[in-house]
C-alpha cells in the first residue's frame, strides 16, 4: 500500500529564510506526487504537481519541489520565506488506481509552518 | 477561478442524527470526491464518483455514508446515524479528468457531533 511521510510536524522560520518540507512516500510504481497547502478555514490549495520528466518542479508562489527517486523523497522548498506563507503543507502521493476509474490521493499527515516576522 | 463550494462551513449534530454536507464541484467536472480529516491526523479518502455512481470507496465509506447528485449541479455526502467519531473536516473535490492532475478541493466542511 502506498504511503506518504512527513516527518515535521512544525517549522518555524523567520521572513526572509529559506524553507524545505520534507516528504518521502513509498509506492510501488512512479509516482504521482502533490503537494497542497491549506491556511487556515481554507481549502486545500494544490501547489505543485510531478508526473514524469524534469525532476525540478515550479509551483505557484515561489513554492519548486525536488522528486528524488533513490531517496523516494519529494521536498518542498522556497528560497525566501513570506509572512503570508504560514500553512499547513500537505504531501500527496496518486495514483491508487484500482480499476474503477478513479485516483485515489494518499496524504501525508502535513506540515504546519510558523513564520517570525 | 473556479472553485468548488461547500456548505455548511460548520455544522455541530447531535449523536444519531442524520447529516448532509454539500458541495458545488466545478461546473465541468466530471469526477467527484470526498476526504475527510480527523483533528490531528491525514487527510483519507472516502470515496469517488463518476456517471451518476460510486467508482471507488474506502473502507471506512461503510453503509452509514452514501452520496448522491441529485440535480447536476449539487453533490451531497449523507451520514445516516452520525457517531463521535464522525467529528471531522470533511472536504469535497472534483477533478476534470481523473484525478491525476490533481483535484480542486473545497474549502471544508467541520461536521462536530456531540
Known amino acids: 500500500a502506498q504511503s506518504v511521510t512527513q516527518p515535521d510536524i512544525h517549522i518555524t522560520v523567520s521572513e526572509g529564510a529559506s524553507l524545505e518540507l520534507r516528504c518521502n512516500y513509498s509506492?510501488?510504481?512512479?509516482?504521482?506526487l502533490f503537494w497542497y497547502v491549506q491556511s487556515p478555514g481554507q481549502g486545500l490549495q494544490l501547489l505543485l504537481k510531478?508526473?514524469?520528466?524534469?525532476?525540478l518542479v515550479q509551483g505557484i508562489k515561489g513554492f519548486e519541489a525536488e522528486f528524488k527517486r533513490s531517496q523516494s523523497s519529494f521536498n518542498l522548498r522556497k528560497p525566501s520565506v513570506h509572512w503570508s506563507d504560514a500553512a499547513e503543507y500537505f504531501c500527496?502521493?496518486?495514483?491508487?488506481?484500482?480499476?474503477?476509474?478513479?485516483?485515489?490521493?494518499?496524504f501525508g499527515k502535513g506540515t504546519k509552518l510558523s513564520v517570525i516576522p | 477561478e473556479p472553485e468548488v463550494t461547500q456548505t455548511p462551513s460548520h455544522q455541530v449534530t447531535q449523536m444519531g442524527q442524520e447529516v448532509i454536507l454539500r458541495c458545488v464541484p466545478i461546473?465541468?467536472?466530471?469526477?467527484f470526491y470526498w476526504y475527510r480529516q480527523i483533528l490531528g491526523q491525514k487527510v483519507e479518502f472516502l470515496v469517488s464518483?463518476?456517471?451518476?455512481?460510486?467508482?471507488?470507496k474506502s473502507e471506512i465509506f461503510d453503509d452509514q455514508f452514501s452520496v448522491e447528485r441529485p440535480d447536476g449541479s449539487n453533490f451531497t455526502l449523507k451520514i445516516r446515524s452520525t457517531k463521535l467519531e464522525d467529528s471531522a473536516m470533511y472536504f469535497c473535490?472534483?477533478?476534470f479528468g481523473q484525478g491525476y492532475y490533481g483535484y480542486t478541493f473545497g474549502s471544508g466542511t467541520r461536521l462536530t457531533v456531540v
Open positions: 509506492y510501488g510504481a512512479t509516482p504521482y
Open positions: 510531478y508526473f514524469s520528466g524534469d525532476t
Open positions: 464518483f463518476y456517471n451518476n455512481e460510486i467508482s471507488e
Open positions: 461546473s465541468n467536472h466530471l469526477y
Open positions: 473535490a472534483s477533478s
Open positions: 500527496a502521493v496518486g495514483p491508487a488506481y484500482s480499476g474503477a476509474g478513479s485516483y485515489q490521493l494518499t
